[in-house]
């Protein structure tokens, strides 16, 4: 992919650094196309698995362990990489060094002596910038975490494709519920047939958030599948929330396991219209609060809805521009959205989501399947 | 669970430190039995999960977000627990003041101003020391990441009773394997069906890192399940390490799909009884390079063995006494080592890999399913 240094370059302006030393998965992604997956926690091997350094506008530097390949295939030619040693049988344990040190040779290439340094500071780790400091004590930082966060609000067109293809997957995995919803299942044994289908489809693991949830745990709005066996009569809310190469997708649906009550199908048919009424109201121009507004109004007269009526969805799974009362924001094109209203009343909950992307009139859905409860 | 504070005062004493802020999710874990899963990666929430202030030998702290109960109910009722609001559709997020506010109370709380503090040095965010450091100058930090992981090389009996747990549920996955492996599915769908019986027996979903290969990826040691398609005559090589509550488990088989050859049928025979060799040897007083050594003068005869002979298993999926051939740490009772002996050759390879704990005499299996090639 095409790198987006022109981001930082405007950063560099506003925010008077000189330099970048980009640490997060999501900003590193963002920025380069390099991805690396985080499913299995810290790794015991190394102190970070990768890091960007930039001194808009001139070459970029990716600094990498030798055993995180990841997506390098997808990156730029024009970026430098600096792969370090990483873990090794033959010699004992580099956990810091390996980094720090290739670390410390591009900054002397690039004469950082005295630069002040945009960090994502709540994801760089101290052993990071104390090294830093103590080689240059000239050295400063400052905190650039929110400035890029605003800027990855507006997705362009590859991001856009990402973005699509994890939508897809997210239809995909909401067919599924409706296929294997039975009583006599538990909800992971629910949640293993969905998931495997969409990793099927992906051709790899995929990094998935999912509530997943029968019974009286759909009225609690969601949480992680349990042994909890699905009964006659229950309703599912599958909440699917899958990462697909560094992008997010997220909907919801809720479906009925045998027959739905008439109050059940009349609440769903409220949060479909609600859902309707607020992807019609997503457009340039229109404030956060007002969408929320709309969906909130209507559906809080039938039971409790007590969370947000939406966020963005992109590199994180809940990003600006949230969809809340005191959210003042206004939406413009680029901007991808989930919304999610919900009924939570007499024991159930029901909460439908979609996604969509604002454009120049309005916005398009972007998750294609149908809501429906069965 | 009773928590393990006298690690921290042995470390007190010979670091010179008057307190410690522990943030990485194994040693929280390790300490006082919270733990937070971090499957889906960093939280667009909060700038971190939790964190573990205390100050030997008073009373510990430990700072969560409302929305992180994880397993609050396993804590000891001595520790204090502080919680901060994390997201709210009520008011903007607050994505590091909630920790660092409550953070500055406790510290308040115990007078820390001119205290010397024991940090995990890689896992703990910039902006937290840079808030402590701003907060109170004459702070100081010292890293206690490797005291801590020393101390966490024996296990007592509440760490092995959850080891053996991750262990059980491995053995359960090796004979899953063995049940669904056949030719026509792919490496994905091969795992969801052993990861979904995994997830299965626990109740709940697991994280896992696995290597699931067939064919000439066995060759290449393992990776990810891909849409390979698993063909007749294929090995496949399973190496299952799924995270039970915390703590690691670590196995692997290699299964053949059909008739193996008798150079594979002999392959593995050696290995087996490399692996059996290995299990003998490991007594307390032994040397990990001598462990290492036996194994890997036998099998380098017979192909490639560019690893390590096997690893140290607990709250991280590797760490010491590491089984390779510079280690000279001798081995004690209450170490949990993973064997993993392999031969590479013509094509495909054949791991096989036991968890034992060392004990007074020699070493106690805690892998329990029988290596097998079907």
Known sequence: MKPRFEKLEQIKSSQAVDAFLITSSASIKYLCGFFYNFETGPSPFQLIPAALFVVPPGRANLIIADNESGQLADIDPGIAIHKYGSYSYEKPLAYSAGFLGKLSEVLRLHNAGKMRIGIESGSIPHSVTAHISMQYSKFGFEDITMELARRRMIKDADELSFIRAAARLCDMGQESVLKYAKPGISEIELFTLVRGDMDKAAGQRV????????????????????????????????????????????????????????????????????????????????????????????????????????????????????????????????????????????????????????????????????????
């Open 207 to 374: 990094p998935m958030m999912a509530d997943l949830v029968c019974g009286y745990r759909t009225f609690e709005g969601g949480g992680n599948p349990s042994s909890a066996e699905i009964q006659p009569g229950d309703l599912i809310l599958s909440d699917l929330t899958p990462c697909l190469n560094g992008y997010w997708g997220d909907t919801c649906n809720t479906v009925a396991v045998g027959k739905a009550s008439p109050e059940q199908v009349s609440h769903f048919n409220l949060v479909r219209d609600a859902l309707d009424n607020g992807i019609d109201a997503v457009k340039p121009g229109a404030r956060a609060c007002d969408i929320d507004s709309l969906l909130r109004k209507e559906l809080s007269k039938a039971g409790r809805y007590a969370h947000h009526s939406g966020h963005g969805v992109g590199l994180a799974y809940h990003e600006e521009p949230r969809i809340v009362p005191y959210n003042e924001m206004i939406l413009r094109p680029g901007m991808v959205i989930a919304l999610e209203p919900a009924i939570y009343a007499n024991g159930y909950g029901i909460r439908l989501e979609h996604m969509v992307v604002v454009n120049e009139h309005g916005c398009e859905k972007i998750s294609l399947f149908e809501h429906r409860l069965k």
